[in-house]
């Protein structure tokens, strides 16, 4: 599964690099295996409306499929500037995201 985080990246992702990426910024482990199953049903008996659990399921369905967004030219295309990749966004507010680290 590839994914991109909307309005900032141009690279592919995996689910599964993301974690790494945000693991280095709050200096501890993050994992990405929770049953989607278990995330949705999670969600709707927290109060989250049935409807938004079916979307949810839908949703998740598309991105495990292969079938989520994958990079274009739409953020460059909308605000005139070149998007920038996920560890170079990570790498430009360091000292905001290790200040917030630093309050927990």
């Known amino acids: 599964m590839h994914c991109t985080a909307a309005g900032c990246c141009r690279e592919a992702i995996t689910v599964s690099d993301a974690p790494a990426v945000i693991a280095d910024v709050?200096?501890?482990?993050?994992?990405?295996?929770i049953d989607?199953?278990?995330w949705i049903e999670g969600s709707v008996a927290t109060g989250g409306p049935a409807e938004y659990?079916?979307?949810?399921?839908?949703l998740t369905?598309?991105?495990?499929?292969?079938h989520g967004s994958q990079p274009n030219n739409d953020v460059h295309h909308v605000t005139g500037v070149p998007p920038i990749?996920?560890?170079r966004?990570?790498?430009?507010?360091?000292?905001?995201?290790?200040?917030?680290?630093?309050?927990?």
């Open 53 to 58: 659990g079916e979307m949810l399921r839908i």
């Open 85 to 87: 990749s996920l560890s």
């Open 89 to 104: 966004l990570r790498a430009a507010n360091r000292a905001d995201l290790e200040a917030v680290r630093g309050t927990r």
């Open 36 to 38: 989607r199953n278990t």
């Open 61 to 66: 369905e598309t991105l495990a499929s292969g």
């Open 26 to 33: 709050i200096g501890q482990p993050v994992k990405h295996n």
